[in-house]
């Protein structure tokens, strides 16, 4: 599966997380590696980089910038989805790293 140049926005996350639907993740992917830039609602400003395997699951880190000026980062396992319009749902399950520690999911939708 290859996400290169896919854009994708949250449609589910736990309370504990501080994308939305307002948050758009852009995908740059070159082998196995993936790179992201992600921007939008409580997000100025966030950097994903990380590896995607043979059935396009990802294994990723990232770290942004909230508008309060806070700067977290945690880590994220992502498993794909093919929908009947043959877009892709990617079902996120993550930890931050930073902060409190907690645990959360996302579910995001490519746009």
């Known amino acids: ?20 639907s307002e ?4 995908y740059i992917q070159e082998g196995s590696v993936l790179s992201a830039q992600y921007q939008g609602g ?5 950097h994903i980089s990380g590896l995607v395997d043979d059935q396009g699951y990802i294994e990723m880190h990232y770290h942004q910038v909230n508008q309060k ?12 989805e093919i929908l009947s319009n043959g877009k892709i749902r990617l079902h996120e399950a993550w930890k931050w ?4 520690i907690s645990e959360g999911s ?5 746009i």
């Open 42 to 46: 409580q997000v100025v400003k966030g």
């Open 23 to 26: 948050t758009v993740f852009e």
């Open 97 to 100: 790293a930073s902060g409190d």
């Open 69 to 80: 000026g806070e700067v977290s980062k945690g880590m994220c396992y992502s498993r794909p």
């Open 106 to 110: 996302s579910i995001l939708d490519e």
């Open 1 to 20: 599966m290859n996400y290169h140049k896919r854009k994708f926005r949250a449609v589910i996350n736990t309370a504990n997380c501080e994308i939305s």
